[in-house]
């Protein structure tokens, strides 16, 4: 990763990097993904799986529908709106 994509990246979170070092912030993204290819290159063949999301004691809840906040207030923290929805710029 370069730091222009860490760039890219921050403005899409609408984060500011200001005074912060992006080529630093590529170091450790860079670091983050090695280790993310290291494990994919695990072999796991044979491996017996030894947890299960049954195995939990998980407390699930019956969904209800429960009223819908407005448009306007869906929008009110929203950076840009347009017609009524969300605005977000593509030529990122």
């Known amino acids: 990763m370069e730091r222009k994509e860490v760039e890219k ?3 899409l979170a609408n984060l500011s990097l200001e005074g912060k070092d992006a080529d ?3 170091d450790k993204f860079n670091k983050v993904l ?5 494990i994919f290159e695990v072999d796991t063949d ?4 030894f947890e ?3 195995n939990h004691d998980a407390a699930f809840r ?3 529908q429960g009223e819908s ?3 306007s207030a869906a929008l009110s923290n929203a950076k840009d709106t347009e017609l009524g929805f969300f605005k977000i710029d ?3």
Do not use: H, P, Q, T
């Not at 090695?34 to 290291?38: A, G, I, L, P, S």
């Not at 044979?46 to 799986?49: N, P």
């Open 9 to 11: 990246i921050y403005k």
């Open 24 to 26: 630093k912030l590529a």
């Open 34 to 38: 090695d280790f993310v290819e290291d």
């Open 46 to 49: 044979g491996v017996k799986e």
């Open 52 to 54: 299960l999301i049954s």
């Open 62 to 64: 019956e969904d209800k």
């Open 69 to 71: 906040i407005s448009r």
């Open 90 to 92: 593509w030529k990122l």
